[in-house]
């Protein structure tokens, strides 16, 4: 299973397509409409219920989870061509439109 080292901890996610069948060319950022630490990104993915996960979660705590090794294809855009092409970020940000990415958060992107 590959993460970057830039990983504190991971917390592996059940809900991915398993390998990739594409190359990576993309840096995929999706903001989690809440302002949360990188604990509770890896908790939200871990449940098979939640049909959703992303490579890496980005806390407002400046941590970073690994939820989905990088050769797996994550469910982050509900795009099977985007995944399969992309690392997929989930980064902590306001709960209210524009969804601004938390500060410390946006740093470690």
């Not at 949360?36 to 049909?51: D, L, T």
């Not at 990088?70 to 970020?89: A, K, L, P």
Request: charged share 20%; aromatic share 12%; proline share 6%.
């Amino acid at each position: 299973m590959t993460f970057s080292n830039l990983t504190d901890f991971t917390n592996i996610s059940p809900n991915n397509s398993g390998q990739r069948t594409q190359p990576i060319i993309y840096n995929i950022p999706h903001c989690t409409a809440v302002s949360i630490p990188a604990k509770r990104i890896g908790e939200i993915f871990e449940k098979p219920s939640r049909n959703a996960s992303c490579q890496y979660g980005l806390g407002n705590d400046g941590l970073i989870v690994g939820v989905c090794p990088e050769e797996w294809r994550s469910w982050c855009t509900s795009s099977n061509w985007v995944d399969q092409r992309g690392i997929t970020f989930e980064i902590s940000s306001s709960n209210k439109a524009p969804y601004e990415l938390d500060k410390v958060a946006f740093e470690n992107w």
